[in-house]
């Protein structure tokens, strides 16, 4: 272990001029809704997932690559991804004219591998998970003569990640905390080495899910601990570890790592479309999660929560949508029975009295019980909130002809919105 951490607030500075002209300056969205709901003061969402390929990822790669030699140029790049470092290292490779080629693995979306193509890589599908992937990258690096550029471990990348943190102390001085997402470590060590240079004590909490959590014990007991397999949504963070750059610089810069459920994501996603008319991906909504779910007091403060990608599989993310508003108490897909007399057309009519929202209908399972001479139907119905839900489930259980055998209500919620 060393004493200095490997990454200083000066090569985030250097990074930030190399960068200058490369990427945007992504907005800081100040949100009152989500101050409301937390108890914070003010509320900041840092939106990366308006950089350049949707992602912070082209910051640490252009940073990275544009410091390699001429010769290392002139044989290319490689690098193991299946989301968007793989975007972040092609456009880098355009824009300094390398050749740059990405192994991802087999259950990568095509979308995904269309837009790193997009940007002039050369793509190589191998391995059925990530791990496969980023082995076979690293024995066509030593074959070929390749540069390997690793998603975070590495003093460059986490440098260029860290020019989030300059912009977002200038665009947000009087910030007192900021939630970071972890997967490795390379966002949140380059950012909480910007913030801590500051003359401010502004406190970095990294967040993670629960499948994944595995740097808080790291850092809780001053040495790596590397979990056997990760369970979570939010694929963009699902590491197992942190690696020996990453740790040597978070340590002693990070203030404290806290964890959220997959629950409290899906409902973060909701959130962030209907609140704040952004699309963001599982990874990047964690640091909301864990604000609105209060794993850490936020009362009064000016908090920045990080918004790192929004690559987002349209179908996956309608789908997470969904999940979100169960979770919030806003959606149900109650099981009814209906007399074969009987029409739709009531169940309909009486929620536009309600005003409540009828998602869809689609005929329903018959379990042992179910009288036959009623159709199960199971409908998706949209509400404000858990009363409302639950009075329009009673009003069309209420009606001639219908049974609510099953109201699909969830008992716990995450947490509330509000008006």
Same mark, same amino acid.
Do not use: W
């Given at each position: 272990?060393?004493?200095?951490?490997? !990454? #200083?607030?000066?090569?985030?500075?250097?990074?930030?001029?190399?960068?200058?002209?490369?990427?945007?300056?992504?907005? +800081?969205?100040?949100?009152?809704?989500?101050?409301?709901?937390?108890?914070?003061?003010?509320?900041?969402?840092?939106?990366?997932?308006?950089?350049?390929?949707?992602?912070?990822?082209?910051?640490?790669?252009?940073?990275?690559?544009?410091?390699?030699?001429?010769?290392?140029?002139?044989?290319?790049?490689?690098? @193991?991804?299946?989301?968007?470092?793989?975007?972040?290292?092609?456009?880098?490779?355009?824009? +300094?004219?390398?050749?740059?080629?990405?192994?991802?693995?087999?259950?990568?979306?095509?979308?995904?591998?269309?837009?790193?193509?997009?940007?002039?890589?050369?793509?190589?599908?191998?391995?059925?998970?990530?791990?496969?992937?980023?082995?076979?990258?690293?024995?066509?690096?030593?074959?070929?003569?390749?540069?390997? !550029?690793?998603?975070?471990?590495?003093?460059?990348?986490?440098?260029?990640?860290?020019?989030?943190? +300059?912009?977002?102390?200038?665009?947000?001085?009087?910030?007192?905390?900021?939630?970071?997402?972890?997967?490795?470590?390379?966002?949140?060590?380059?950012?909480?080495?910007?913030?801590?240079?500051?003359?401010?004590?502004?406190?970095?909490?990294?967040?993670?899910?629960?499948?994944?959590?595995? @740097?808080?014990?790291?850092?809780?007991?001053?040495?790596?601990?590397?979990?056997?397999?990760?369970?979570?949504?939010?694929?963009?963070?699902?590491?197992?570890?942190?690696?020996?750059?990453?740790?040597?610089?978070?340590?002693?810069?990070?203030?404290?790592?806290?964890?959220?459920?997959? #629950?409290?994501?899906?409902?973060?996603?909701?959130?962030?479309?209907?609140?704040?008319?952004? !699309?963001?991906?599982?990874?990047?909504?964690?640091?909301?999660?864990?604000?609105?779910?209060?794993?850490?007091?936020?009362?009064?403060?000016?908090?920045?929560?990080?918004? #790192?990608?929004?690559?987002?599989?349209?179908?996956?993310?309608?789908?997470?949508?969904?999940?979100?508003?169960?979770?919030?108490?806003?959606?149900?897909?109650?099981?009814?029975?209906?007399?074969?007399?009987?029409?739709?057309?009531? !169940?309909?009519?009486?929620?536009?009295?309600?005003? @409540?929202?009828?998602?869809?209908?689609?005929?329903?399972?018959?379990?042992?019980?179910?009288?036959?001479?009623?159709?199960?139907?199971?409908?998706?119905?949209?509400?404000?909130?858990?009363?409302?839900?639950?009075?329009?489930?009673?009003?069309?259980?209420?009606?001639?002809?219908?049974?609510?055998?099953?109201?699909?209500?969830?008992?716990?919620?995450?947490?509330?919105?509000?008006?």
């Amino acid at each position: 272990m060393t004493d200095e951490p490997p !990454v #200083s607030i000066g090569d985030v500075e250097a990074a930030s001029e190399r960068l200058e002209e490369v990427v945007h300056r992504t907005p +800081l969205d100040r949100s009152t809704t989500f101050a409301g709901m937390s108890g914070a003061a003010s509320v900041g969402l840092k939106l990366e997932n308006a950089q350049r390929t949707g992602s912070f990822k082209i910051r640490g790669a252009y940073n990275c690559m544009a410091q390699l030699s001429d010769e290392q140029r002139e044989r290319g790049v490689i690098a @193991a991804s299946a989301g968007n470092h793989a975007q972040g290292v092609a456009l880098a490779g355009q824009l +300094l004219g390398i050749e740059t080629t990405i192994v991802v693995p087999e259950i990568t979306p095509a979308a995904k591998i269309a837009a790193t193509r997009g940007y002039g890589a050369a793509v190589v599908v191998e391995g059925d998970i990530y791990e496969r992937s980023y082995e076979h990258a690293l024995e066509l690096a030593e074959r070929e003569g390749l540069e390997f !550029v690793h998603p975070f471990d590495d003093e460059r990348i986490i440098a260029g990640q860290g020019t989030v943190g +300059l912009e977002l102390f200038e665009q947000y001085p009087e910030l007192d905390t900021v939630l970071v997402a972890i997967g490795g470590g390379g966002l949140i060590g380059g950012i909480a080495t910007a913030l801590k240079a500051q003359d401010r004590d502004i406190r970095v909490l990294g967040v993670q899910p629960e499948g994944a959590a595995h @740097a808080g014990r790291s850092l809780e007991n001053n040495e790596i601990y590397e979990r056997e397999s990760v369970d979570t949504v939010a694929d963009g963070i699902a590491d197992t570890r942190l690696l020996e750059t990453t740790f040597e610089t978070m340590r002693g810069r990070v203030d404290g790592v806290v964890t959220v459920a997959d #629950s409290g994501i899906a409902a973060a996603v909701a959130l962030l479309a209907e609140r704040a008319k952004t !699309v963001v991906e599982p990874a990047g909504a964690a640091p909301l999660a864990a604000l609105l779910s209060g794993a850490a007091e936020f009362e009064d403060e000016d908090v920045a929560v990080v918004i #790192s990608g929004g690559n987002a599989d349209l179908t996956d993310h309608a789908d997470l949508v969904r999940q979100g508003l169960i979770e919030l108490g806003r959606y149900a897909t109650p099981r009814l029975a209906v007399s074969n007399r009987g029409r739709i057309g009531p !169940v309909t009519d009486r929620l536009d009295e309600c005003g @409540a929202k009828l998602d869809g209908v689609r005929a329903g399972r018959r379990i042992p019980g179910d009288d036959p001479n009623r159709r199960p139907m199971e409908l998706g119905i949209e509400a404000n909130g858990p009363d409302h839900l639950r009075e329009a489930i009673e009003a069309i259980g209420s009606l001639d002809g219908v049974e609510v055998l099953e109201p699909g209500l969830e008992p716990e919620r995450v947490f509330e919105t509000t008006d």
